[in-house]
Structure formats: structure tokens, C-alpha cells
């Protein structure tokens, strides 16, 4: 599936030195620490709003919008609830383009 939009992940080789950057002290928290987009959303957990998400090798979900409150976020995914619906998306983050919010997003560093 993944054919030729997403390039193969590389990693750095046990004698470079190029990770040590992003090592964190044991006790140390690392939603307030680090902005990745899963500490984001989870900092906004509850609030509305608007997925984009894309799938490029299915022909039939190519490009989705979902709309919802966000529930839980993880680092390799999101799930939000369609109160108006009923229906409920587990959405893998490698799919997901962008967040869009109606109100003002919580970001903490």
C-alpha cells in the first residue's frame, strides 16, 4: 500500500551521534517538554474540530474531512466523536494533513 508517496524511514546507525539530541532525562515529562502534534491535540482534548486526511493509494478515501471533538490522542493516532452522528474515527496519524480548530488552540511548551 504504501508504493511510492512515502519514502522508507532511515535511522541513525548505533556510532552516529546525530539522536543524542532528542534523549530526555528519566522523570522528565514530555507533554509539556516536546511540541509534537499528539501532545498538542491531547492538550486540546474535547475541543471541536475539523480532520484532513489523506490517503493516497485508495481510490476510494483519497482525501477525507472528519469532523468531530477530539477524545483521545496518541503518537501514532487520533480519535474523535462525531456527537451528531453517533460515529466515532480512529485516524493513524501518518494520514492525517492538518487540524483545523474553532477555537483558540491550548499549546504549552
Same mark, same amino acid.
Given at each position: 500500500?504504501?508504493?511510492?508517496?512515502?519514502?522508507?524511514?532511515?535511522?541513525?546507525? !548505533?556510532?552516529?551521534?546525530?539522536?543524542? %539530541?532528542?534523549?530526555?532525562?528519566?522523570?522528565?515529562?514530555?507533554?509539556?517538554?516536546?511540541?509534537?502534534?499528539? &501532545?498538542?491535540?491531547?492538550?486540546?482534548?474535547?475541543?471541536?474540530?475539523?480532520?484532513? !486526511?489523506?490517503?493516497? %493509494?485508495?481510490? %476510494?478515501?483519497?482525501?477525507? /474531512?472528519? &469532523?468531530? /471533538?477530539?477524545?483521545? !490522542?496518541?503518537? %501514532?493516532?487520533? /480519535?474523535?466523536?462525531?456527537?451528531?452522528?453517533?460515529?466515532?474515527?480512529? /485516524?493513524?496519524?501518518?494520514?492525517?494533513?492538518?487540524?483545523?480548530?474553532?477555537?483558540?488552540?491550548?499549546?504549552?511548551?
Amino acid at each position: 500500500m504504501n508504493g511510492t508517496y512515502y519514502q522508507n524511514p532511515t535511522f541513525p546507525t !548505533a556510532t552516529s551521534n546525530n539522536y543524542t %539530541d532528542t534523549i530526555v532525562p528519566v522523570g522528565t515529562n514530555l507533554t509539556m517538554e516536546q511540541s509534537y502534534i499528539e &501532545n498538542i491535540l491531547r492538550l486540546n482534548k474535547g475541543k471541536k474540530v475539523k480532520v484532513y !486526511a489523506a490517503f493516497p %493509494d485508495s481510490l %476510494d478515501w483519497k482525501d477525507s /474531512i472528519y &469532523n468531530g /471533538i477530539i477524545e483521545q !490522542a496518541g503518537r %501514532d493516532h487520533l /480519535i474523535i466523536s462525531n456527537p451528531e452522528t453517533g460515529k466515532w474515527y480512529l /485516524i493513524p496519524m501518518i494520514y492525517l494533513n492538518f487540524v483545523e480548530f474553532d477555537e483558540r488552540v491550548n499549546y504549552q511548551l
